[in-house]
């Protein structure tokens, strides 16, 4: 794209905004490096490189690139045969490939699911003997340690005490001095290296030595005496032998890093680019921005979705604290300009620059602020005409200095290039302009280029019922309260409400009453019909709107309903299935008295039998005896295996046996709560009870039909207790806080929990964003104060992540 559309679009002031999510300087700066491309097959990976980000980052929110260290220099450095790194380099190298060591593990570890990212963790080295090898030598702060190697250590040990000889007898010669020559409060300094001692000027000759330096009144001198000259000589000795060590291992870690310069070099460049998708992929998150389908150079088909202006996002809003409204611009084959009309401030310029700054952020590899289902094609080229370009050095005036990108525009625009043209026709006289911008506007359709112009020209507005491919739109304007809404209505022209504006100013009522009688008849027939379809277009969206309410309640309700009879039912599974068993242990325990009755009988049979003479009889009565006992034994059991057989319609059968017909008006219990109330209305196997002035929907199955005597027992029971209509209860299982300050939370979190705790709800769902992360600590401590909650927890993979926080009611 042309440097001058992107200057006007302020691309790079937009991508600045993308590089503040890097997690690094090199990555910002890859950012801003960004420039659109052409190449269809490159913009469609690198979007989809920032899409698969985007899952990485929801599936594993709280990773981050580690740091990565500038060794660009020091690498060039490295293919320099025979050169040597500074030690603060190999700190660097070490930091960089722990960088690569662990984001190759992490990016190889998910590259099932996000190939593109998997490519990138490939490209990353993995060294670790050369890295330990640096850590083994070289320190945080970037010096080389002493233990390094022996003869290091042993140097650095020997060094250590030689210092401590030599000022040790400084300062026992500095004692040994005269008060002439002794300056009081002294004490062994270092200059140029070595130690000296201050002494008096006038002492100079009695003490020799070396002057290495004197204070500013230059009363002092700072000396090195012969006493030490000697033990400094070996020092400085040691010193040397020290430096040549330390560049001996400097050099051996050189060599040893040389090999892999290019694996290097290569893994700093793919950590770059990874922390340059990595800030791309928080900005599509931050603005929920969705990757847009790009098609082919010259396709015929347009589409914008719930777009927003990128730089207006990031600032908040219009500057007085409104939201930024999304629009959705959709043009479909044949329609190539687009000509917006509306009053002034009404955003027709934000609109422009929107669409330019989504398609060039867009192939750029970065996800704009769009909603899914965004097309948008590829373009070769980029003309905005946008703004005041006058010039006084250039000796432009504004309507030439809009000539001149014109006249740039029509040398250049094709079937493949998006035009952008602001208050086409303005600056000269409505006539002359008004016929210009016409001619260049049927020349850009008839080319295919893709226009959008803002215009106020009324001839203008007329062309799109004349020529085929140019389409009418405005930014829909509050007539009543006079003021922009910024909704973009596509087929209508816009009004200017020049005269509604300067009457709400305060215009003299003579003033406007002639300006208004100076309009041509046809310009206030247009208006008055503008003005009706503006009223019939208010209508109609509110009408949408009430139906979409009306739609989203009925949904709830229905939810609440479901949701309510599943946990009826669920409660009369376990009644059910309470009841079973207890009929099981019934049977269980009658069998151990038959158990217990037989056992008797066979003993009383044996003492009878004992009691007898020797026959026949006594075995043939103890084989039957067994037998009764098995035979009753099995009776037993069978039934109760009957018992835990039996379906719950069964069992709900027996125990209505002697209940009269179901009918409406009839007096039943709910077998699964014990409730009782009157039937209201059966339906499709369904009955409406209504128990105490709460309204149950129960399956007919579940239901008791009262006797008569126990009806009127129960009507006696209600007429002596309070009668209590429970509050109509409105329960979610979820709710929405996003956009919402932190103190407004508990105003909207409190009554969901409360209704979902009436309702009997397992858990409530608080949809909160990801974002700074305020919200969620607001809703995590509210909810783990309160004592009715189970449990607090993150949402899971497929529930939100962590933009969404679980409540387990108890």
Not at 167 to 180: D, F
Not at 518 to 542: H, M, N, Q, S, V
Request: charged share 30%; glycine share 8%; hydrophobic share 45%.
């Amino acid at each position: 794209m042309n440097r001058h559309a992107i200057t006007v679009l302020q691309l790079d002031e937009a991508l600045d905004v993308v590089a503040g999510y890097a997690s690094s300087p090199l990555g910002a700066e890859a950012v801003r490096a960004l420039v659109p491309s052409d190449a269809r097959a490159g913009v469609e990976e690198e979007l989809r490189r920032v899409d698969q980000m985007t899952g990485f980052l929801l599936r594993a929110d709280d990773w981050g690139i580690p740091a990565i260290p500038d060794l660009r220099m020091p690498l060039r450095r490295l293919a320099v045969e025979g050169s040597t790194w500074d030690p603060i380099w190999f700190r660097d190298a070490a930091e960089l490939l722990r960088s690569s060591r662990e984001t190759r593990r992490t990016l190889l570890q998910f590259a099932e699911h996000f190939p593109l990212l998997g490519a990138l963790g490939g490209r990353l080295v993995k060294l670790e003997a050369e890295e330990t090898a640096i850590r083994h030598a070289i320190d945080s702060a970037g010096a080389v340690k002493d233990d390094a190697s022996r003869e290091l250590r042993k140097l650095r040990s020997e060094i250590r005490s030689a210092r401590s000889r030599i000022v040790e007898q400084l300062e026992r010669y500095m004692v040994s001095l005269g008060e002439r020559v002794r300056v009081a409060d002294a004490s062994v300094t270092v200059r140029e290296g070595r130690y000296v001692i201050p002494i008096r000027r006038e002492g100079r000759s009695d003490v020799g030595g070396i002057v290495h330096d004197e204070s500013a009144t230059g009363a002092t001198l700072f000396v090195e005496p012969p006493v030490a000259i000697e033990m400094m000589n070996r020092l400085r000795g040691l010193e040397i032998a020290e430096g040549r060590e330390v560049q001996r291992i400097l050099r051996e870690l050189t060599a040893g890093l040389r090999p892999h310069r290019d694996e290097i070099a290569e893994s700093l460049e793919a950590l770059v680019e990874l922390d340059s998708i990595f800030a791309r992929g928080r900005y599509a998150l931050q603005y929920n921005g969705h990757r847009p389908e790009i098609l082919a150079a010259g396709t015929a088909d347009y589409a914008l979705i719930d777009a927003r202006h990128p730089l207006l996002l990031a600032t908040g809003g219009d500057g007085a604290g409104a939201p930024v409204v999304p629009f959705d611009l959709v043009l479909g084959p044949g329609e190539r300009t687009l000509l917006v009309s509306g009053p002034n401030t009404g955003g027709k310029t934000v609109l422009l620059k929107a669409v330019g700054l989504t398609s060039a952020l867009a192939q750029a590899g970065v996800i704009p602020p769009v909603g899914a289902g965004t097309k948008l094609p590829l373009f070769r080229d980029c003309f905005a005409d946008i703004g005041d370009e006058q010039s006084i050095e250039a000796s432009l005036s504004t309507f030439s200095a809009h000539l001149k990108n014109l006249n740039e525009i029509l040398a250049g625009a094709g079937p493949d290039c998006l035009v952008l043209i602001d208050e086409m026709g303005s600056g000269t006289d409505p006539a002359e302009g008004a016929a210009l911008a016409q001619a260049i506007l049927l020349d850009l359709t008839r080319r295919g280029a893709l226009t959008v112009a803002t215009t106020h020209l009324g001839a203008l507005k007329a062309l799109a019922g004349e020529e085929a491919g140019v389409v009418n739109a405005s930014l829909q304007f509050d007539s009543a309260e006079l003021r922009p809404t910024y909704r973009l209505v596509k087929g209508v022209p816009g009004r200017s409400y020049g005269l509604a504006i300067a009457r709400r100013l305060g215009f003299p009522p003579e003033v406007l009453a002639s300006a208004d009688a100076f309009l041509p008849e046809e310009e206030r027939r247009a208006g008055r019909l503008l003005a009706e379809l503006e009223e019939k277009e208010r209508r109609t969206a509110d009408a949408l709107a009430e139906a979409d309410d009306a739609r989203a309640q009925a949904l709830a309700l229905r939810r609440d309903v479901e949701e309510r009879e599943h946990e009826v039912r669920k409660r009369e599974r376990e009644a059910e299935r309470r009841a079973r068993q207890q009929a099981r242990d019934l049977l269980l325990t009658a069998r151990q008295e038959v158990d217990a009755a037989i056992r008797e009988l066979r003993e009383a049979a044996e003492q009878a039998a004992a009691a007898a003479a020797a026959g026949a009889a006594g075995p043939a009565a103890t084989l039957k005896l067994d037998e009764a006992a098995r035979e009753a034994r099995r009776r037993v059991e069978q039934a109760a295996k009957r018992q835990s057989e039996k379906t719950p319609e069964e069992l709900r059968r027996a125990s209505r046996t002697g209940a009269g017909a179901l009918r409406e008006g009839a007096r039943v219990r709910v077998a699964a709560t014990g409730a009782t109330g009157t039937v209201l209305e059966l339906k499709n196997g369904r009955a409406t009870v209504d128990a105490n002035g709460v309204r149950l929907q129960v399956n007919t199955s579940g239901l008791e039909t009262l006797s008569p005597d126990e009806a009127r027992a129960d009507e006696k029971r209600k007429v002596a207790q309070v009668a209590w209509t429970a509050p109509e209860v409105h329960a979610r299982p979820e709710i929405d806080l996003r956009g919402m300050r932190a103190e407004e939370v508990a105003t909207v979190l409190h009554p969901a929990l409360d209704a979902a705790i009436q309702a009997d709800l397992a858990m409530l769902r608080v949809i909160h964003g990801k974002g700074t992360g305020a919200l969620r600590e607001v809703v995590a401590e509210l909810l783990r104060g309160d004592p009715r909650i189970k449990a607090v927890r993150p949402g899971g993979l497929g529930e939100g992540g962590t933009g969404v926080t679980v409540a387990e009611l108890a």
